[in-house]
């Protein structure tokens, strides 16, 4: 059974409504990269992605 993941995209703090296909490649490709980190613990609960320019 696969895990929902919530995810919410903010741009210059404006919600920006995505769907669910959306959702699912942004959350796995985050998910996967910081899986892969050392020093991470499975039981994760929460990951923040902040980028700027």
Avoid: C, R, Y
């Avoid at 929902?4 to 404006?14: A, E, F, N, R, Y």
């Avoid at 296909?21 to 985050?30: E, N, W």
């Amino acid at each position: 059974m696969a895990i929902k993941l919530s995810v919410m995209l903010k741009v210059d703090g404006k919600d920006i409504p995505i769907n669910e296909f959306v959702q699912k490649i942004l959350s796995g490709t985050i998910v996967g990269a910081v899986s892969s980190l050392h020093n991470i613990n499975e039981d994760w609960q929460n990951i923040e992605v902040t980028i700027k320019k």
